[in-house]
């Protein structure tokens, strides 16, 4: 009766924290979570339960997720970028028939976020990088096949800002060349490719609940996948690399405790405490699951939200003749993006520098950002790291030094969007003068 109580608390004495929009004044945030007093009751709620690791909520969530998604197993996680690690981890455990190993090629791109590339890295693998298609910034399946070598084991690749990739004929080339696809869905959630929704063409994919992402529990990620042993090898790099699969708090699920003998180890040494991996920790807690439940609930609108807004930034580009200076990225062939952002590339029109465009439009309290590391082969953490290009990275370059992206999430309502379009208008009229 106590929880009750002290829920029904919270509902009654919850305010939200609206401050109304000033034109030039309010800040317009390029991304931003939404928040309401159910996400606070959900908190509360696991609070109550005082478990701090994971538990009822998590498997909640693990369940309506993946049912969200289209597919069987989920695993949560800390965050997008472990999702990452460990949906590429788990492709390298030597309990699969095919792992991939130290010194394999596995084809990326390099106009995006780093933790796309990293886990390739740090598992001693070799990227090779492609270039883009300058009208969607996804990968430029043209190029896959000459990207492919006797070394190939997979593709790990993001779809870009909401943007998917070509996840057909991708998904048909890694088919064809006995290849693991990892996607990258964290900037994504909710699109689809030719009606199939993103996530559910490879062989793992990995989501992020960071605040700027779709929805959000603060920090958070999920891997999700199609292959229960693939999965299984997930669960065990993210809880410490452990061969015992019981839930925190439970013991002796597999009903043989103490009846395994494993590696070198004496027979009946507890299955608790064997380890068929060099794993990590990277669970989530139980109350940032229980928020992702609650925004669960609302993500369907959310991303509604995001069309819509992106949908009217376009026509207002269109209408007011903006497009011959700013490039608007184009949806993917056949796709319905689940927009991150609004993505824009300096058109030769251009007489500012992208750096000149950003300030502008900074100082006038509209968020703007990059499209993440530009061209990851120019960043400083890549002095040093062994990877090849395939052909070259002209259009990944372009990306670098002219697109650049503002907000479209579910926060931002009519008002926010005039003003944005009023500021870009004023800045093409700067730029002509």
Same mark, same amino acid.
Not at 75 to 92: D, I, V
Not at 178 to 205: I, K, M, N, R, S
Not at 254 to 274: A, N, T
């Given at each position: ?218 920090? @958070? ?33 597999? @009903? ?37 439940? =609650? ?39 056949? =796709? ?37 590391? @530009? ?59």
């Amino acid at each position: 009766m106590w929880r009750t109580d002290i829920l029904e608390f919270v509902r009654a004495r919850y305010t939200p924290d609206a401050k109304p929009f000033v034109a030039g004044e309010t800040y317009i945030p390029a991304s931003g979570k939404v928040l309401d007093v159910e996400d606070l009751v959900a908190l509360t709620e696991a609070s109550l339960d005082l478990w701090l690791t994971a538990g009822r909520f998590s498997d909640r969530f693990e369940r309506d997720f993946a049912r969200f998604v289209g597919l069987r197993w989920c695993r949560l996680t800390n965050s997008g970028s472990s999702a990452n690690l460990l949906a590429f981890a788990g492709l390298t455990s030597r309990t699969l028939a095919r792992p991939v190993l130290p010194g394999s090629e596995v084809i990326t791109v390099a106009a995006g976020f780093p933790t796309t590339v990293a886990p390739i890295v740090q598992h001693g693998c070799v990227p090779v990088f492609v270039d883009v298609d300058p009208a969607t910034h996804n990968i430029d399946v043209s190029g896959l096949e000459a990207a492919l070598s006797d070394r190939t084991r997979a593709v790990m690749v993001a779809h870009a800002l909401g943007n998917p990739f070509d996840a057909r004929a991708v998904a048909a080339f890694a088919a064809a060349h006995d290849l693991y696809l990892v996607e990258d869905c964290c900037d994504a959630l909710g699109a689809t490719v030719d009606g199939q929704g993103v996530g559910t063409f490879g062989d793992v994919a990995t989501v992020s609940f960071y605040p700027a992402h779709h929805m959000t529990m603060g920090e @958070g990620g999920a891997v999700l996948g199609k292959s229960p042993q693939v999965m299984r090898t997930v669960e065990s790099f993210r809880d410490w690399g452990r061969d015992c699969w019981c839930a925190p708090g439970k013991d002796d699920t597999c @009903g043989k405790r103490f009846g395994w003998q494993l590696g070198d180890l004496p027979d009946g040494y507890d299955h608790k405490y064997i380890y068929t991996h060099l794993g990590y920790n990277l669970k989530a807690t139980d109350m940032q699951a229980a928020i992702g439940c =609650s925004q669960l609930a609302k993500v369907e609108a959310f991303i509604a939200r995001r069309r819509a807004n992106h949908a009217y930034l376009s026509q207002g580009f269109r209408e007011r003749g903006l497009t011959d200076t700013f490039a608007i990225v184009q949806a993917t062939p056949g =796709s319905d993006p689940s927009w991150f952002g609004f993505v824009l590339s300096l058109t030769d029109e251009a007489r500012w520098s992208r750096r000149d465009v950003t300030r502008y439009l900074e100082a006038r309290k509209v968020g703007t950002r990059l499209v993440f590391a @530009g061209n990851l082969v120019r960043q400083p953490a890549m002095q040093g790291v062994p990877y090849r290009i395939a052909g070259d990275l002209a259009h990944t370059d372009r990306v670098m030094t002219h697109s650049f992206w503002v907000g479209v999430w579910p926060g931002l309502g009519t008002a926010h969007l005039d003003y944005m379009l009023d500021v870009f208008t004023s800045l093409r009229a700067e730029m002509q003068s």
